[in-house]
């Protein structure tokens, strides 16, 4: 694939980043994205807290955060022809995110059939090593000018 046309589906990853008025509310970053791997990051919110008592993210931040990181991984691997929609995701929780902490997620676009493209993701806070959770998912794949 030419470079020019990677950085067009980066490009496009970007501003579909941007255009989901929840990813804005949430304050993501898309951090990195290329040839199919991408790292998106927020910050620690309040208005997002699920338990008040310790000041824990709710789950729904880290499952949007991994969801959307898969997406944008899909989004910019060579074989995919761009437009992308979650099939199917799996998300196991292994701890909380540590209160007042950025969250970051990493993914990875590993495998692409004709109409469907595998990804795995890890969220992560201040401690890489100790994953707050990991999510495999299915996403759709098809070009723009396919759209039924």
């Known amino acids: ?6 950085n067009s589906k ?6 579909f980043m941007k255009a989901i008025p929840f990813s804005t509310e949430l304050s993501m ?14 910050p620690y919110d309040k208005r997002f807290v699920g338990d008040l008592s310790t000041g824990v993210l709710h789950g729904g931040v880290v499952s949007s955060l991994l969801d959307s990181c898969c997406g944008a991984a899909v989004m910019c691997h060579p074989s995919v022809p761009t437009i992308t929609s979650t099939l199917d995701f799996r998300i196991d929780y292994m701890r909380t995110a540590t209160p007042n902490h950025r969250i970051a997620a990493k993914a990875e676009c590993y495998h692409v059939t004709r109409s469907i493209a595998f990804v795995r993701a890890t969220a992560y806070d201040e401690d890489e090593s100790r994953p707050v959770a ?10 723009l000018n396919d759209k039924k």
């Open 29 to 42: 970053s898309l951090d990195m994205i290329e040839n199919g791997y991408a790292t998106i990051s927020m």
């Open 134 to 143: 990991t999510a495999t998912g299915a996403f759709t794949v098809q070009a």
């Open 10 to 15: 980066d490009n496009i990853a970007k501003q």
């Open 1 to 6: 694939m030419k470079k020019n046309n990677l």
